[in-house]
Nanobody
Framework: QVQVVESGGGLVQPGGSLRLSCAASGSIFSISVLGWYRQVPGKERELVARITSGGMTNYADFVKGRFTISRDNDKNTVYLQMNSLKAEDTAVYYC?????????WGKGTLVTVSS
């Protein structure tokens, strides 16, 4: 069974940076599409960034130029480097692993951007 665990969230001031990590178990990691999503209360979960097994990436418009997704298949880990954070980036961030029509989600890590 695949387990997905996020870490790295916390409180940061506007303009600051954080790096989220997501470690996943299982042999399918290297061949999976990996994504970061976020959700705030009362709103639907939304895609932040995604990276394919071949390293192709795509980003939501609201994070382009500020966030970077990367993966390390040797460590079964995907990262989200977040720079120039804004108050509106405050959310619970979730890691997603997708392969063969099946999705696996972590429990999320809270990012709060506030002065």
């Amino acid at each position: 069974q695949v387990q997905v665990v996020e870490s790295g969230g916390g409180l940061v001031q506007p303009g600051g940076s954080l790096r989220l990590s997501c470690a996943a178990s299982g042999s399918i990691f290297s061949i999976s599409v990996l994504g970061w999503y976020r959700q705030v209360p009362g709103k639907e979960r939304e895609l932040v960034a995604r990276i394919t097994s071949g390293g192709m990436t795509n980003y939501a418009d609201f994070v382009k130029g500020r966030f970077t997704i990367s993966r390390d298949n040797d460590k079964n880990t995907v990262y989200l480097q977040m720079n120039s954070l804004k108050a509106e980036d405050t959310a619970v961030y979730y890691c997603n692993l997708f392969k063969n029509g099946v999705e696996y989600w972590g429990k999320g890590t809270l990012v709060t951007v506030s002065s």
